[in-house]
Nanobody
Framework: QVQLQESGPGLVKPSQTLSLTCTVN?????????WSWIRQPPGKGLEWMGV???????YYSPSLKSRTSISRDISKNQFSLQLHHVTPEDTAVYFC?????????????????WGKGTQVTVSS
């Protein structure tokens, strides 16, 4: 059973960097699958943000690419999100998830395991 757990600050000030970590238990982040960040602003649908593959390769949503960075710590079996220059519009519940079919385009990604999500509010 694979389990994912998001962690990080729940409140970030505008213009600062939002940093979250996803800890994966029950499966190695370096084998077979890819690992993604998704968010859901209040009252809106899910927004895919980016992915890091088992080989460390990354791909980002074009709309967030200029502000987003995803990295990993193999020794801790964790991957992390950094979102720079945040505004109140970045307020959302942030999820991490495992992707089954990294070889496809993001619109076709299937995600089988998800974290519970963590609320991040951008406010001064």
């Amino acid at each position: 059973q694979v389990q994912l757990q998001e962690s990080g600050p729940g409140l970030v000030k505008p213009s600062q960097t939002l940093s979250l970590t996803c800890t994966v238990n029950g499966g190695s982040i370096t084998k077979n699958f890819a690992w993604s960040w998704i968010r859901q602003p209040p009252g809106k649908g899910l927004e895919w943000m980016g992915v890091i593959g088992y080989d460390g390769s990354t791909y980002y949503s074009p709309s967030l690419k200029s502000r987003t960075s995803i990295s990993r710590d193999i020794s801790k079996n964790q991957f992390s999100l950094q979102l720079h220059h945040v505004t109140p519009e970045d307020t959302a519940v942030y999820f991490c998830a495992r992707i089954l079919n990294y070889e496809l385009t993001p619109v076709d990604y299937a995600m089988d395991y998800w974290g519970k999500g963590t609320q991040v509010t951008v406010s001064s």
